[in-house]
């Protein structure tokens, strides 16, 4: 069985009306192509700044995921909604939700992995300023396969990406904004690597750059099968990419190297 994944690599504004006029465009096109899965980046709706974070945030009932429930129910697509900045009582997480196509909530990722982080003569960021982590692993059903979700540094976690293939998941999708300091030294190895360790297409949809934005991010959103190799791969520039997702590949694959079937979790 295949099916057909878009990656949306767009750039919000300040504004968020706007931003949503520019993430439905995206998705629209995405859908006339033929995609069935259409995912959006990380914060897409938000500037990617503590600044931000609380002021842009929303409740699950708010009205940008009652945009995107909308638009999965419209275009009759799964859509996986990058993720937002959500509102929960006093709490702020950043969160995927992800739809069906009738628009339902299918599943709801608040970022496990805090982007607490400072490289010297690079970047500090403290995400936990602002955000509260969140806790629970996810892998939604679709009609073609599990689909884990993740965000952006969870990807740095091998653990995390290694528990979803065991609970299922065939396609793994990576909302990220990965940045100018860590994106070039690590955002494709990072890809390669957990679709490699697990057998699974790895999906990471990054915003596209600007560069005289409030967060630089690196872009290059991409689309790795479970051999390991990149079967789509964007630059910086806003563009949507595309790619067949083979079940049967994943299946090969898993066969002809069967790393699952040999671990040895007793040693380890």
């Not at 969160?95 to 970047?123: A, C, N, Q, W, Y």
């Not at 936990?128 to 969140?134: E, I, K, P, R, W």
């Not at 904004?177 to 190895?189: E, K, V």
Request: glycine share 8%.
């Amino acid at each position: 069985m295949k099916f057909k994944l878009g990656l949306c690599q767009m750039a919000g504004t300040m504004d968020k009306d706007e931003t949503r006029a520019i993430a439905e465009k995206f998705v629209r096109e995405a859908a006339e192509n033929g995609a069935q899965v259409i995912s959006l980046p990380e914060m897409w709706d938000c500037p990617y700044s503590n600044d931000y974070f609380r002021d842009y945030a929303e409740p699950a009932d708010g009205p940008t995921v009652e945009f995107m429930s909308r638009l999965a129910e419209e275009l009759k697509v799964y859509l996986i909604g990058g993720s937002i900045s959500e509102l929960d009582g006093d709490r702020v997480y950043n969160t995927s939700f992800s739809f069906d196509p009738s628009g339902r909530i299918i599943g709801r990722h608040r970022k496990v992995h805090l982007f607490d982080i400072d490289v010297e003569g690079g970047i500090r960021f403290m995400e936990s300023d602002t955000l509260t982590a969140g806790n629970e692993l996810t892998v939604v059903d679709t009609e073609f396969c599990k689909i884990g979700v993740a965000i952006c540094y969870d990807i740095r976690f091998p653990e995390w990406f290694r528990k979803m293939a065991l609970a299922g998941a065939q396609l793994i999708v990576l909302p990220a904004a990965f940045n100018m300091t860590t994106g070039p030294a690590h955002w494709d190895l990072s890809i390669r690597a957990r679709a490699l360790d697990n057998q699974v297409y790895m999906a990471a949809n990054a915003p596209a750059r600007v560069e005289d934005g409030v967060y630089v991010s690196y872009g290059n959103s991409c689309i790795a099968s479970p051999w390991g190799d990149f079967i789509a791969h964007a630059d910086e520039k806003p563009q949507i990419i595309y790619g067949d997702i083979d079940l049967d590949r994943v299946a090969a694959v898993r066969e002809q190297l069967p790393l699952l079937k040999h671990r040895r979790p007793e040693l380890y």
